[in-house]
């Protein structure tokens, strides 16, 4: 009898190769590190209804092995599994039925050894040797929007600054200003605008400084009044007093960053007016070189 034997790959099943395998390389590229999930064996269509006689009985419906994604409304990539013996590509035509289906970019077969990719945005196929982390995908995604409207005659040059996922990722700027316009948590995981606009007011980037979007943050709440508590309301207020005592005295923390003024004037042209200030605007400090 052998002591310790160690079990063959090639005989296991697809469920032991996605539980062996699979998943602990989807897991290595972080995805299921909150907030970014991974959704296994999940239906997404209702199966067909099938006469036989007077009975009707509806078939399964379509189930992916998993759905990589970015935040919970929000599906970046399909990943469809075979058993280790199997040969790679033998899942890959279900994965992109299955991604055009669900309108996804991004489709991965695999067989725990090997992973091959199929890219909606290029058209183009290959293996590769890792899955992308969630970061990697989603610029790869929001970057080719970005380039299909730089070539069409929609572009304009403040549009440039959507390559930059300070600006256009998640929990960054952009997704802060939809959730308080559109009066719902956008890229949040979090119940209430307010909290949104209080993380907002709270953390900044560590690049252009901790408050550097709270000015832009109020002026959205002064904009589209999204629906907050009257104690919230205050504690608004009382905030937006602080910022103005500030600036006033030409403090520097709750200075604003203004590079993304052309671009935000264009998306939400309700800001226009308070934009074309220099309000609270940080002092451009000059380059020192180093020699």
């Known amino acids: 009898m052998t002591v310790n034997s160690q079990p063959n790959p090639f005989e296991f099943s697809e469920a032991d190769t996605c539980r062996e395998y699979v998943t602990p390389a989807i897991q290595a590229a972080g995805w299921g590190d ?10 997404f269509t209702d199966g067909r209804i099938v006469l036989t006689g007077r009975t009707a009985k509806r078939r399964e419906g379509k189930r992916a092995d998993y759905l990589l994604r970015y935040r919970r409304d929000l599906t970046l990539a399909v990943v469809e599994a ?6 790679v590509g033998d899942g890959l035509q279900q994965a992109k039925d299955y991604a055009e289906i669900l309108g996804l970019k991004f489709a991965y077969a695999t067989n725990g050894r090997e992973i091959i990719e199929f890219d909606f945005l290029t058209g183009i196929e290959q293996k590769i040797d890792r899955y992308p ?6 610029h790869r995604q929001t970057v080719a929007v970005v380039d299909r409207l730089y070539d069409n005659h929609n572009w304009h040059r403040g549009y440039e600054v959507l390559r930059d996922e300070s ?3 998640y929990h960054s700027v952009l997704p802060a200003l939809l959730s308080i316009r559109f009066d719902r948590p956008i890229g949040y995981k979090v119940k209430s605008v307010f909290q949104v606009i209080e993380s907002g007011l709270r953390n900044g980037f560590r690049d252009v400084g901790k408050h550097a979007f709270a ?3 109020l002026w959205a709440y002064k904009a589209y009044r999204p629906t907050v508590s009257d104690k919230n309301r205050q504690w608004l207020k009382d905030y937006a007093h602080k910022v103005k005592r500030s600036v006033d005295a030409r403090e520097d923390t709750f200075r604003r960053y203004a590079g993304y003024d052309e671009a935000l004037e264009l998306l939400f042209p309700e800001l226009g007016v308070d934009l074309g200030t220099e309000y609270g605007v940080m002092p451009v400090r000059p380059v020192i070189q180093k020699f």
């Open 133 to 138: 982390t969630p970061d990697e995908l989603w």
């Open 82 to 87: 075979k058993p280790y013996k199997a040969p």
């Open 167 to 169: 600006f256009y990722g």
């Open 215 to 217: 000015i832009l943050y």
């Open 34 to 43: 909150s907030p970014f999930e991974i959704a296994e064996q999940r239906s």
